[in-house]
């Protein structure tokens, strides 16, 4: 990869190059945003999740410097570039590839000796060297993600928004990005990702923000959000004549965190579900326990806290109106 003099690579200053304070914006009537903070880190991945109309794109786009919020402060570390990309493509159709990121890279104020080779690094980031010479007006949808993606990370920002950046695309071309963003952060960007992927959030950010109807619900580290949702349990379906015994065993046991709770399933066996914050301590138990009482184990599953059910939890199950 070309070694460039590109002009702010990462942030320099206090390791949050983008503070954003209590910061409110309406349209007409509908209040998108009612007050909201976020803090950007250098070199991690900020999740931001909401349904739809919950105020992300609204605040992606003030956090840019595309709107100006009517109350609330935006702080950006001196000299921190920020690359945007946005949930609609903002790429001309007749031009080529290469064309347009050439036109966004003298836009955003890259150096003109290192534009050549800035974008053939990010052509070849995205794995579209060799369609550099095609119109953008004929890719797919996934195509036209990586090239947007291509020229939200041109020079290096220190402040990287995503916007739903892998709505559309292909499995390959979702590792390809999911694996690129990381880089971004590894290499000091202060990244906010914004997407309904929720598994995507779990594997990339460090910190989490979750907004409903312009308010965070949630903002802090995703490990605090899910312990938050209380302890993973251990769910066996059990028959046999010893299931009972088997279950004042496993209150009785030391090794188990808590009570076990006793169900009966719709076609009569009987469902235990005890606390197991240790997942393999906990098979350990009902493995030692299961031998010495007469019971037969037909299915066993983990329930653990997820992303999912925090999201659910915080914001409704309701579908947005
Ligand atoms: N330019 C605009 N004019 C009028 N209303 C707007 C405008 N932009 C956003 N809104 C409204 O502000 C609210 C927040 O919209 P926003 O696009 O920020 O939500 P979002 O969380 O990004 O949603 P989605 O997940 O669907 O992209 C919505 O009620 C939306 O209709």
Not at 162 to 180: A, Y
Not at 184 to 197: I, K, N
Not at 303 to 308: C, H, I, Q, T, Y
Request: hydrophobic content about 45%; some cysteine; overall charge negative.
């Amino acid at each position: 990869m070309p070694q460039l003099d590109l002009p702010v690579a990462r942030t320099e200053g206090t390791g949050t190059p983008i503070t954003l304070s209590r910061i409110a914006m309406s349209f007409g009537d509908v209040r998108a945003l009612a007050g909201v903070d976020l803090t950007v880190k250098a070199g991690s991945v900020l999740g931001l999740l909401g349904q739809n109309g919950a105020g992300k794109t609204t605040l992606m786009s003030i956090a840019a410097g595309l709107l100006r919020p009517d109350e609330g402060d935006v702080r950006v570390d001196p000299g921190t570039r920020i690359g945007l990309m946005p949930q609609e493509h903002a790429l001309y159709p007749m031009l080529t590839a290469e064309e347009n990121l050439r036109f966004i890279a003298r836009a955003v104020g890259l150096p003109k000796a290192s534009v050549d080779a800035e974008v053939a690094r990010v052509l070849g980031a995205v794995n579209l060297a060799d369609r550099k010479d095609q119109r953008v007006g004929g890719f797919s949808g996934g195509m036209k993600r990586r090239i947007g993606f291509a020229a939200a990370i041109l020079g290096g920002p220190g402040v990287l928004l995503l916007d739903e950046p892998t709505v559309g695309v292909d499995p390959q071309s979702r590792l390809l990005l999911l694996e690129l963003i990381e880089q971004e952060a590894a290499r000091g960007a202060g990244v906010v990702y914004s997407t309904h992927y929720m598994e995507e959030v779990g594997r990339l950010a460090r910190d989490v923000v979750i907004l409903h109807e312009g308010r965070a619900r949630f903002a802090g580290t995703l490990e605090s959000l899910l312990a938050a949702q209380g302890t993973a349990h251990l769910e066996l379906r059990l028959t046999g004549p010893g299931t009972e015994a088997l279950r004042a065993a496993l209150d009785a046991d030391p090794r188990v965190e808590g009570k076990a709770e006793a169900a009966t399933a719709a076609d009569g066996t009987c469902v235990l579900r005890l606390p197991a914050p240790d997942r393999l301590a906990a098979v350990q138990v009902v493995s030692d326990l299961g031998r010495t009482f007469d019971v037969h184990i037909d299915d066993l599953r983990f329930d653990a806290p997820s992303l999912e059910s925090a999201f659910i939890a915080l914001t409704g199950s309701e579908t947005d109106s």
